[in-house]
């Protein structure tokens, strides 16, 4: 139980102290894939490109909006995933894949 306990105080954290670009960066990307997906049988490939995307996203902000160089921070945004915490990794496709998967079923039920 204590690893549940882990997970959600992480994705809890995620939520708690990213800043405010950065969780609508979330909420535009889990939206639009729970919108783009067809149905529920493709939510961890879903969820997998939408957390490629968002991490491209969070990329491209720190180049348009910090000024940062691409090279170097593409070489240190790679030495950083490396190191990553599984724990980190599974609590952001969580909280992408319950995001996705309700917008999804709202979206199927209201379309139909």
Not at 26 to 51: D, H, N, P, Y
Not at 65 to 86: E, S, Y
Request: proline share 2%; aromatic share 8%.
């Amino acid at each position: 139980m204590s690893a549940v306990m882990d997970v959600w105080n992480t994705i809890l954290h995620i939520i708690t102290s990213s800043d405010t670009i950065t969780l609508v960066l979330m909420a535009v990307v889990a939206l639009g894939a729970g919108f783009l997906m067809q149905e529920m049988g493709s939510l961890i490939s879903t969820t997998v490109i939408a957390l490629v995307a968002f991490s491209l996203l969070v990329y491209l902000r720190a180049i348009a909006l910090q000024g940062a160089k691409a090279g170097p921070l593409a070489q240190a945004d790679w030495h950083q995933f490396l190191g990553l915490p599984m724990q980190l990794v599974l609590a952001y496709a969580i909280a992408f894949g319950v995001v996705i998967a309700i917008v999804s079923a709202i979206r199927n039920t209201v379309l139909g």
